[in-house]
């Protein structure tokens, strides 16, 4: 396990970086959301810039009853490091540092060999690292296990699922997976939004074989749909039985570009 610090690659750039500022952004971007919090096992939240999916991250999260300890699973969109790997460094954060869980990190690695610890992987990914902030504003004492998933074959997919499921239920912790995915990347928004809900359709009805399938088969551009599938693998082995869309928009809301879209969901699993 090492004892690196592991900086921010995107403050400043996706989100701001210095406290009060992101602080201000975030609850901003967190108005009218229900004063009840819900207790999920999981969720999908984008990872853009806070300018184009802020605000459904803000509403998705924020709807959550946030545990001490979230298993953070977002895509590799470096290409480096590992297939699936594992930071065991501390996050440095401009709310603060967040440690990774070192006794759900340690049981991981046993769990299963398709887990790498890698910090390499994690460096210059933004897909975990933007989540942070919005956690950290609902727990203080927020601590992860950020894991940068590759695209791999569903067996291993459902083998993390499975691990994590056995990870979770041995600590005996209350534990959220949080899954950060942005949806259909720069098509038209007509093309994007028709893929887009058929892909939520398909979370809705919680396969996640079916899921896998049927964004790979139809080459649907979702860029994190390795850790949603984990997440949901892992959330019905909990006990998941639904799924709620809190809320669907695209970057063309914020750019006026309707040509050339991203689509963005955030979606609460229970």
Known sequence: MTNSIRKPAV????????????????????????????????????????????????????QIEIPETVILLGPNHTGKGAPVALSTATWEMPMGNVPVDQDLARDLLVETDYVEEDELAHRYEHSLEVQIPFLQMYQPRLSILPLSISHISYPVLDEIGLALTEVIQRSG????????????????????????????????????????????????????????????????????????????????????????????AGVLIS
């Open 11 to 62: 403050a400043g750039r996706f989100y701001p970086g210095d406290e009060e500022s992101l602080r201000l952004t975030i609850e901003q971007a967190s108005e009218n959301i229900p004063t009840h919090k819900k207790k999920v096992l999981a969720a999908v939240s984008p990872h853009a810039g806070y300018v184009y999916s802020g605000a459904v991250a803000a509403q998705t999260i924020g």
């Open 173 to 264: 912790k209350d534990v959220l997976i949080l899954a950060s995915s942005d949806m259909t990347h720069y098509e038209p928004r007509e093309a994007a939004e028709k893929k887009d809900h058929y892909v939520l359709k398909k979370l809705a009805d919680m396969d996640p074989k079916i899921l896998y399938r049927s964004v790979t088969k139809h080459h649907i551009s979702m860029c994190g749909i390795m850790p949603v599938t984990i997440a949901l693998i892992a959330a019905i082995e909990l006990g998941a039985t639904r799924t709620e869309l809190v809320q669907y928009t695209d970057s063309g809301a914020i750019t006026g570009d309707t040509e050339q879209v991203v689509g963005y």
